[in-house]
């Protein structure tokens, strides 16, 4: 009985703030996103609204939306798998028996992670600039064409891709490391005396054993890479020609920049239903593929 | 492929890999030190002519960084020792003390990790107003001060502690709060650790919600500060360079002092379940 009150005690500063500043918000934005909440209902509540779906249909008609969201998929379509093959890549790397001064190199590698994203994004703002970049430099140097990185509609996204790869890769890579580690080492010496390549190896060995880690690491860095904001705020403030406007970039100018809360609720209810399904349906694949 | 060369190969890889990670930071540091103007200059310069310490004492002199300084310490610190706290005693509850519907509970808790922070922030922001929070250390402090990722990396770790340790206690007649202080606690010294930098450098960096919370310059962060500097001075590229400096120094010192902690807890939040 005493240990029960403890216990309620012990857990009940953490629910309070959970409950109070997450859970109960949660469920308030989908109050909020069936309502008309704007600067006047901010100003006086009596001028809110019941609109029912009315924000998810005009949503759904505005073009600026469907370029958000497809802003967003393009940087998790095409960084996600970056992402992986950077991370798998420097995982290997540091896990050969050939590799020295391993503690050295995994402490570099993974530096870019603990970085505060604002500070490395006005780094490699600096090191994109068209004009007095390093890049850029480097580039015209070796007698290649010069690019305006952060200032063509059609670079913006791939530049702001790379250096989302940059910064996050190590992350992943120290999950991947303990994945390899985790391969016994008889079955690579059982390949290797049968005469099975490199290539071979990786493809029969390595990346099956690595499934399991595989799946929980590309689940994980989807749902992150949908979170894009802090890096088109930054570099790019979402272009140029909103190029670069993300579905959370949208919601934060929709909410805190022209305090349409309701509508800016519905944006992030989207956001999260899109998640959770294309997080759900990789789940569902992987499993399918253990059972075939 | 001989074995030399592939050491040769592999070596070699790994420092083309570790100089495209390290460069941009070594590079910030130059150029933080160059003279104004200096930066947009052709060719660019990779060293300063002259080092100078002008733009750290522009940043700090004129443009209110040691506030910003300040102001990340302090909410950085308080979220870390009360969040830790909070974490600690609701793991240890959530993995060895018995009460009625712990599991249903938990399992709420770990369902809710699937829901991104976004989603809640617009009402959050509402909720903080009508609270009179907004644009205070509080806005951004509070709603921090329990994870769920937090509770569940102690619980983890705490199902390990044998129950006899706390059963023999108890038979002596000592209370829950004396075991959890004087038996448990030491026993998650190393978790707490991991934990504790965990957090401050997530309060650190944390970007898109002190950027809503905090509306008036005198309570900003070092991200948002930076940010919003970054957008008034978009030339002055040798000021943003030691801004950068300033923002993440502290943050690289102290995970490359508490390194092994910090990557062992990266490895116990994602092994799931």
Same mark, same amino acid.
């Not at chain 2, 699937?114 to 922070?117: F, N, R, S």
């Given at each position: 009985m005493n240990t029960t009150r403890a216990a309620w005690l012990f857990v009940t500063p953490a629910l309070i703030i959970l409950g109070l500043f997450f859970l109960l918000p949660v469920v308030a934005a989908l109050f909020l996103s069936v309502t008309d909440y704007d600067l006047y209902a901010l100003a006086d509540i009596r001028n809110l609204r019941f609109v029912a779906l009315q924000n998810y249909w005009s949503l759904l008609q505005r073009p600026l939306f469907w370029s958000a969201l497809g802003h967003t998929v393009y940087f998790v379509v095409v960084g996600v798998p970056l992402s992986l093959i950077a991370s798998l890549g420097a995982a290997m790397l540091l896990n050969s028996p050939l590799a020295r001064f391993k503690p050295f190199f995994r402490t570099a590698l993974f530096a870019p992670v603990v970085t505060t994203v604002v500070a490395v994004a006005v780094i490699w703002r600096y090191l994109f600039n068209t004009k007095y970049g390093l890049i850029n430099y480097v580039l015209d140097s070796i007698g290649m064409p010069t690019v305006d990185w952060l200032g063509d509609p059609h670079w913006a996204m791939p530049t702001i891709i790379l250096f989302a790869v940059w910064k996050n890769f190590g992350y992943n890579m120290i999950i991947f490391m303990a994945g390899l580690q985790a391969i016994p080492g008889d079955l690579y010496e059982a390949a290797r005396i049968d005469g099975a390549s490199a290539i071979a190896q990786f493809r029969h060995i390595t990346l099956p054993m690595l499934k399991p880690t595989m799946v929980m690491v590309s689940i994980l860095t989807v749902s992150g890479y949908f979170q894009l904001f802090a890096e088109p705020y930054v570099m790019t403030e979402g272009g140029p020609?909103?190029? #670069?406007?993300?579905v959370l970039y949208l919601m934060y100018e929709e909410g805190?920049?022209?305090?349409?809360l309701g509508s800016a609720s519905a944006v992030a209810f989207i956001l999260f239903v899109i998640m959770f399904a294309v997080t759900a349906a990789m789940l569902r694949l992987s499993k399918r593929g253990e059972a075939a | 492929m001989s074995p030399r060369m592939a050491k040769a190969l592999i070596n070699g890889l790994l420092i083309g890999g570790a100089a495209i990670a390290i460069a941009p930071l070594l590079y910030m540091v130059s150029v933080s030190f160059?003279?104004?103007?200096?930066?947009?200059?052709?060719?660019?310069?990779?060293?300063?002519t002259h080092a100078t310490l002008d733009n750290y004492r522009q940043l700090f002199l004129n443009a209110g960084m040691g506030r910003y300084l300040f102001n990340s310490l302090l909410i950085s610190t308080a979220i870390t020792v009360i969040s830790l706290a909070f974490n600690l005693m609701a793991g240890y509850a959530f993995a060895k003390l018995e009460f009625k519907g712990r599991q249903r509970l938990f399992q709420v808790l770990l369902g809710a990790l699937?829901?991104?922070?976004q989603v809640a922030m617009l009402p959050l922001f509402l909720l903080l107003k009508y609270m009179g929070l907004?644009?205070?250390y509080g806005a951004v402090i509070v709603p921090a001060l329990a994870t769920i990722f937090g509770i569940f990396l102690v619980r983890q770790y705490a199902s390990g502690i044998p129950d006899d340790l706390m059963e023999a206690a108890r038979i002596d007649g000592a209370g829950e709060f004396r075991i959890f202080a004087t038996i448990v606690m030491p026993l998650l010294k190393p978790i707490m650790v991991t934990l504790a930098i965990f957090t401050f450098l997530a309060a650190w960096n944390d970007f898109m919600w002190p950027l809503i919370a905090l #509306?008036?310059?005198?309570?900003? #962060?070092l991200p948002i500060a930076l940010a919003s500097l970054s957008r008034e001075h978009v030339q002055d590229s040798e000021l943003m360079m030691a801004g950068s400096v300033v923002t993440i120094l502290p943050v690289l010192v102290l995970f490359l002092a508490l390194q092994r902690y910090y990557l062992e807890g990266l490895l116990l939040g994602s092994v799931k379940g």
């Open positions: 020609l909103q190029s #670069t406007t993300s805190f920049k022209w305090w349409n | 160059m003279p104004q103007g200096q930066a947009s200059s052709l060719p660019p310069p990779v060293l300063p699937v829901i991104p922070a907004v644009n205070t #509306t008036g310059q005198e309570h900003y #962060t």
